[in-house]
T-cell receptor
Framework: QKEVEQNSGPLSVPEGAIASLNCTYSDRGSQSFFWYRQYSGKSPELIMFIYSNGDKEDGRFTAQLNKASQYVSLLIRDSQPSDSATYLCAVNRDAGNMLTFGGGTRLMVKP | EAGVTQFPSHSVIEKGQTVTLRCDPISGHDNLYWYRRVMGKEIKFLLHFVKESKQDESGMPNNRFLAERTGGTYSTLKVQPAELEDSGVYFC????????????FGPGTRLTVL
């Protein structure tokens, strides 16, 4: 079992729709959860981080965390073609420590 | 503020040769991390510096890999001798201090070993 699992996709949504990206993790000691966006050939760019159970909203993005179910998700509202990228879920146990990544989900937003 | 920079962006070498990758973290960031993504796999941690000290090198695959961060500024990752399975994209990331989780990534160095 991988430590952090994501559906590789591609996940295809029409422009303006809500994109829902999911991630599960195996280490119950995980404390911090991150979503990175990576365009092809570019560096991973941090979009959101979440530490506590529940929802955290930032603009069109909402991160959801359920530690009991070991599940974290990212919702993108009003999806735009420019959101088309690979979304990486990452977790760590303690502040400052290494990140453990999932394989990423490729999102395609079609005009 | 300049982001994390890496050099070179691409490197093509033959098996058995040596390659040195460089990472310049964001100015003032004490923590520096190296990660690697090989074809078809997820990004994997290699090691973590706090200033000039190796905090965690549990992800280093073998003794062909040597990382240094003299003076606690930029870091180098040397692969000697390179093998075919070392091909991939090597990312560097930095964060400010222990209380800050946010790691900022560089653009990566794509290494191809022929």
């Amino acid at each position: 079992q991988k430590e952090v699992e994501q559906n590789s996709g591609p996940l295809s949504v029409p422009e303006g729709a809500i994109a829902s990206l999911n991630c599960t993790y195996s280490d119950r000691g995980s404390q911090s959860f991150f979503w990175y966006r990576q365009y092809s050939g570019k560096s991973p760019e941090l979009i959101m981080f979440i530490y506590s159970n529940g929802d955290k909203e930032d603009g069109r993005f909402t991160a959801q965390l359920n530690k009991a179910s070991q599940y974290v998700s990212l919702l993108i509202r009003d999806s735009q073609p420019s959101d088309s990228a690979t979304y990486l879920c990452a977790v760590n146990r303690d502040a400052g420590n290494m990140l453990t990544f999932g394989g990423g989900t490729r999102l395609m937003v079609k005009p | 503020e300049a982001g994390v920079t890496q050099f070179p962006s691409h490197s093509v070498i033959e098996k058995g040769q040596t390659v040195t990758l460089r990472c310049d973290p964001i100015s003032g960031h004490d923590n520096l991390y190296w990660y690697r993504r090989v074809m078809g796999k997820e990004i994997k941690f290699l090691l973590h510096f706090v200033k000039e000290s190796k905090q965690d090198e549990s992800g280093m695959p073998n003794n062909r890999f040597l990382a240094e961060r003299t003076g606690g500024t930029y870091s180098t990752l040397k692969v000697q001798p390179a093998e075919l399975e070392d091909s991939g994209v090597y990312f560097c990331a930095s964060s400010q201090d222990w209380s800050t989780d946010t790691q900022y990534f560089g653009p990566g160095t794509r290494l191809t070993v022929l």
